[in-house]
C-alpha cells in the first residue's frame, strides 16, 4: 500500500505561483511513476504532469506546458510541482498519484491523494 499526501494548495492571484508536494509513505520503493491530475467543478479529472521513477521523464499537458515544472525526490519519497503563471482555469484541485507499472504516464494509476485546492482569482 501507498500512502500519498499533498500540500502547498492555497488562493492566489492570476500570474503568481504556487508550489505543491505530495509525499508517499508505505511502499515507497519500485513504482513506474507519479504524476498530478486536477479536476474543476463540473468537470472531469484530467492529467497534469508525470515524472518517472529515476526522474529522467517528464509529461505535461498542453495546457500546463512551459508553465508547470514537475521534479522527484526519492531520498524525500516527495514529488513537487511547480506552477507559475497561474490562471484562473488551473483552479481546481489537484491530486497526487502513483502508478506502480508502466506503460504509460497518463493514466490507470493505482493510488491517490486526497487532493489539494488551488484557487486562482482573476
Known amino acids: 500500500q501507498v500512502q500519498l499526501v499533498e500540500s502547498g494548495g492555497g488562493m492566489v492571484q492570476a500570474g503568481a505561483s504556487l508550489r505543491l508536494s505530495c509525499v508517499a509513505s508505505?511502499?515507497?520503493?519500485?513504482?513506474?511513476?507519479w504524476g498530478w491530475f486536477r479536476q474543476a467543478p463540473g468537470k472531469e479529472r484530467e492529467f497534469v504532469s508525470a515524472?518517472?521513477?529515476?526522474?529522467?521523464?517528464?509529461y505535461y499537458a498542453d495546457s500546463v506546458q512551459g508553465r508547470f515544472t514537475i521534479t522527484n525526490d526519492n531520498a524525500k519519497n516527495t514529488m513537487y510541482l511547480q506552477m507559475n503563471n497561474l490562471k484562473p482555469e488551473d483552479t481546481a484541485v489537484y491530486y497526487c498519484?502513483?502508478?506502480?507499472?508502466?506503460?504509460?504516464?497518463?493514466?490507470?494509476?493505482?493510488?491517490w491523494g486526497q487532493g489539494t485546492q488551488v484557487t486562482v482569482a482573476s
Open positions: 508505505g511502499r515507497t520503493f519500485g513504482y513506474y511513476a
Open positions: 515524472i518517472s521513477w529515476s526522474g529522467g521523464s517528464t
Open positions: 498519484a502513483r502508478k506502480m507499472t508502466g506503460p504509460g504516464p497518463t493514466a490507470d494509476y493505482d493510488y
